[in-house]
């Protein structure tokens, strides 16, 4: 097969559960998009060309960089997804309610994001508003109302109790799903065992959740309604928010013993924006 032709990626990146699942679909995901439609393939992001020779007796050219860079490089990830976002008012009373969009999007990458080992890893938003007292305030995201929407917002929450299979533990409580702030957006893709359990374990992946994760050249919009506290002091306040992601949800990571730096986190990008309270 030619080593040009993306469809030799997906011999790696597209792969089955014994449940007929799709649990990896990265080269699905290209071939479904507009990277694919443009004739641009994976190996044009993953494997660059550089002014280079490809060994010591051979002649200088445009070469391929065996670079192979995605989810487990840091540089790689961030600035994968732009944020922008913005008050839709820029001047409250202090009794008011604000409301805040954050703007993702995936302008960079020809899949599917978070993509590969899906049931592992996380992506989140986190949202805060700091007052002009430097008082900091988490926002939880607004619901859309999609059904399984319960696994996309960070919860509180048990899963994951089929490690007790291979644990040998038949009574296994699970783990905590998200370990992320209750309240913030995920963008994920949940996995659930032939149970209806949600399951980090693709050989054991029966069917999904929903997809929320971003596309190609995709925008999702997410919204942050706020009441402003009786007490917050008049003057400028401050919105960050924060995409971040980690390849292994912390949880079960820690559970698992997995060395740190399998699970840390990498800020993929940030925005902010401004509004002000008055009397």
């Excluded at 990265?26 to 992001?45: N, R, S």
Aim: glycine residues 8%; charged residues 25%.
């Amino acid at each position: 097969q030619n080593g040009r032709d993306p469809a030799l990626c997906k011999q790696c990146h597209n792969e089955k559960s014994p449940f007929g699942a799709w649990v990896k679909s990265t080269q699905l995901e290209w071939a479904e998009g507009p990277y694919a439609a443009q004739g641009v393939p994976c190996h044009e992001c993953h494997m660059p060309r550089a002014h280079d020779t490809s060994a010591k007796m051979a002649e200088p050219g445009m070469v391929s960089q065996h670079l192979f860079h995605g989810a487990h490089d840091e540089g790689k990830l961030k600035g994968a997804i732009e944020l922008r976002m913005h008050p839709k008012e820029r001047e409250l009373p202090w009794d008011a309610t604000a409301v805040v969009e954050v703007q993702l999007f995936n302008g960079k990458c020809g899949h599917k994001v978070p993509s590969g080992s899906v049931e592992d890893r996380i992506m989140w938003l986190h949202v805060t508003a700091t007052d002009s007292e430097g008082n900091t305030y988490h926002l939880p995201v607004d619901e859309k109302g999609f059904e399984g929407e319960e696994t996309t917002i960070a919860a509180d929450v048990l899963a994951y109790q089929d490690m007790g299979v291979p644990l040998g533990d038949p009574d296994f409580a699970g783990v905590q799903r998200d370990g992320v702030p209750v309240g913030d957006r995920i963008f994920r893709k949940a996995y659930f065992d032939p149970q209806g359990r949600m399951t980090i374990m693709q050989w054991n992946t029966a069917s999904f959740g929903p997809d929320y994760r971003i596309g190609p050249r995709e925008t999702k919009l997410e919204t942050y309604t706020w009441r402003l506290p009786d007490d917050i002091p008049l003057g400028e306040v401050t919105f960050t928010a924060t995409l971040n992601y980690k390849l292994l949800v912390e949880p079960v990571a820690r559970f698992l013993d997995v060395p740190a730096e399998e699970y840390a986190t990498v800020v993929i990008n940030t925005a902010s924006t401004t509004m002000e309270i008055y009397d």
